[in-house]
C-alpha cells in the first residue's frame, strides 16, 4: 500500500502508525509524548495531521492512528499550525517557565496568556512518558496521582518508594526535563528518596546508584559484575577485543 | 449525649483503623482473583472502613501481585474512594449546572457556616464529611443535597439547618 505524505508517496503496511511512516520517509512531525521505545501515549496531541479521504479531511493523532487506506496526509495546513499553537499556548500556560515549551512558544509565535493562574515551579505536561518506561522496567515505582486539575505524577502516598531504584529512566525520558535528580556528595536524591552513587572502578566517576547496579545485574544473571562505567565498559570491550584478534594474528 | 457520641465514634474509628483487617481478607475471599473485581473490592473496602485504610490497600495488592502505584491511582482517580476516613454522614451537595443555577454554592456557604467544613473535608469529630458532586440525575428538584444515602430536594438555607440538627447538629456547640 501506498499513502501521500505532504506530497511525498511512502510504502506503508496496513495497521502501520502514521507518524511511523512519516520518520521512515524524513518527514517531520513534532511530538512531546512519543518515543519509539515507548509508543502509544497520544496524550500530548503535538503530532496532529489532515488526513483527506474521499474528498474530506480530518484531524488526526498520527502517532497513534493506523493507515488503513491508501489516504493522503497533510502534516502542516494552516488548520493544523493553528491546532498546535493552541496546544502549545495551553502548554505554557500550565509549564510558564519550562524551557523545552518556552522553546516550543518561539517556534509556534505562541504568547502564553495571562488570564490563567499560573505555577512557576510545575515543569510537567502530565505525558505519562515517565510512567510507562517505569512500567516497562517493571518497578512501577510511579503513576499518575488524583484526576483533573489536580492531576500528577508521584510515588504512592508521595513516599519514597520500595520500588524505586533511582536509576533515572523517568528523568531521561521526559521531554520537559521535569524530573530533577540531584546527585551530590555520592549521594543520589530523587523521588523523595536518596540512594548510594557507585564509583567506577577504573575512572573513578560515580555513574549509577547501587540499587540500580544490582538490579540490572540480577536481570541479566550476571554473577560477578565488575562496577564500570558505560565508558570504561566500551573500551574494556574493546580491548578485550584487540587481544582476540592479535592472538589470531599470531 | 453528644459528649459520649464523639467518643464513642472516635473510638471506633482508631479500632477499625488498627486492628479490624479480617473484613478486608474476606472481602478479598469473596471476589475471583481478577483485575477487573479491582474496583468492586476498593468500593467494597470503603464502604466498609468508610475510607481506604493502608493495610487494607497492601493487603489488596498482595492478593493480586500489582503495584501499589496502581492502586493508588485508582484511589486518587475516583471519588468514591478516598485514602482519609470519611464522616459517618457523608453530605453530598450537587453542584452540577442545574444544582449550580439555583444556588447550590449558598448551600455549600451553609454548610462551611453549620459545620465548619468545605467540600473534601470531615469535621473533627469525625461525624460530617462533605463533597459536591455533578448532577444527581434529579435537576427538576435542584438544589439537591444527599446525605449518606437519603435524599432532600428544594434545598434551602433554613431546611438545610434542620436536616442537619436531625443529624445531631454541630457537636462542637
Ligand atoms: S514528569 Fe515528564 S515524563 Fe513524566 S509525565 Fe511529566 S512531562 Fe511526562
Ligand atoms: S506524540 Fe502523538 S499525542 Fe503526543
Ligand atoms: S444538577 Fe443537581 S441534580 Fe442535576
Known amino acids: 500500500m501506498q499513502i501521500v505524505i505532504d506530497g511525498k508517496t511512502c510504502d506503508a503496511k496496513r495497521g502501520e502508525f502514521l507518524l511511523d511512516i512519516a520518520k521512515r520517509n524524513g518527514i517531520d512531525i513534532p511530538t512531546l509524548c512519543h518515543l519509539d521505545a515507548l509508543p502509544g501515549e497520544g496524550n500530548c496531541r503535538m503530532c496532529i495531521v489532515e488526513v483527506l479521504e474521499r474528498g474530506r479531511s480530518r484531524v488526526v493523532t498520527s502517532c497513534i492512528y493506523p493507515v488503513k487506506r491508501p489516504v493522503e496526509v497533510l502534516t502542516n495546513t494552516p488548520k493544523i499550525i493553528k491546532m498546535r499553537k493552541t496546544l502549545v499556548m495551553l502548554l505554557a500556560s500550565r509549564v510558564p517557565e519550562n524551557d523545552m515549551i518556552y522553546q516550543l512558544c518561539e517556534q509556534y509565535d505562541v504568547k502564553p496568556p495571562m488570564r490563567f493562574t499560573k505555577d512557576p515551579t510545575e515543569e510537567c505536561i502530565l505525558c505519562r512518558l515517565c510512567v510507562r518506561a517505569c512500567e516497562e522496567i517493571k518497578l512501577n515505582a510511579i503513576s499518575t496521582v488524583n484526576r483533573g486539575i489536580t492531576k500528577k505524577i508521584s510515588t504512592p502516598f508521595d513516599e519514597p518508594s520500595d520500588t524505586c531504584i533511582g536509576c533515572g529512566a523517568c528523568a531521561y525520558v521526559c521531554p520537559t526535563n521535569a524530573i530533577k535528580i540531584h546527585d551530590k556528595n555520592g549521594k543520589r536524591y530523587m523521588w523523595n528518596k536518596s540512594f548510594e552513587l557507585l564509583k567506577c572502578e577504573k575512572c573513578g566517576e560515580y555513574f549509577t546508584t547501587r540499587e540500580n547496579f544490582e538490579y540490572v545485574n540480577k536481570q541479566l544473571e550476571c554473577k560477578e559484575p565488575k562496577i564500570l562505567c558505560d565508558k570504561c565498559k566500551k573500551t574494556q570491550a574493546q580491548e578485550n577485543l584487540r587481544d582476540i584478534f592479535s592472538t589470531y594474528e599470531m | ?173
Open chain 2, 1 to 173: 449525649m453528644d459528649d459520649e457520641r464523639k467518643v464513642s465514634v472516635k473510638k471506633m474509628s482508631d479500632e477499625k483503623i488498627t486492628t479490624d483487617i479480617s473484613f478486608t481478607k474476606e472481602i478479598l475471599t469473596k471476589y475471583p482473583k481478577e483485575q477487573r473485581y479491582l474496583l468492586a473490592i476498593l468500593q467494597d473496602i470503603q464502604r466498609h472502613y468508610k475510607f481506604l485504610p493502608r493495610k487494607s490497600l497492601s493487603m489488596v495488592q498482595e492478593y493480586f501481585d500489582i503495584p501499589l502505584s496502581r492502586l493508588y491511582s485508582m484511589a486518587t482517580f475516583y471519588k468514591a474512594l478516598s485514602l482519609k476516613p470519611k464522616g459517618e454522614y457523608v453530605i453530598k451537595i450537587c453542584d452540577g449546572t442545574a444544582c449550580h443555577l439555583r444556588g447550590s454554592n449558598i448551600i455549600i456557604d451553609e454548610i462551611k457556616k453549620l459545620l465548619d467544613i468545605v467540600p473534601g473535608d470531615t469535621t473533627r469529630d469525625g461525624r460530617f464529611s462533605l463533597e459536591t458532586v455533578n448532577c444527581l440525575g434529579s435537576c427538576a428538584a435542584a438544589p439537591v443535597v444527599v446525605i449518606n444515602d437519603r435524599f432532600f430536594g428544594k434545598v434551602t438555607p433554613s431546611k438545610l439547618k434542620e436536616i442537619i440538627e436531625e443529624y445531631g447538629g454541630n457537636g462542637d456547640e
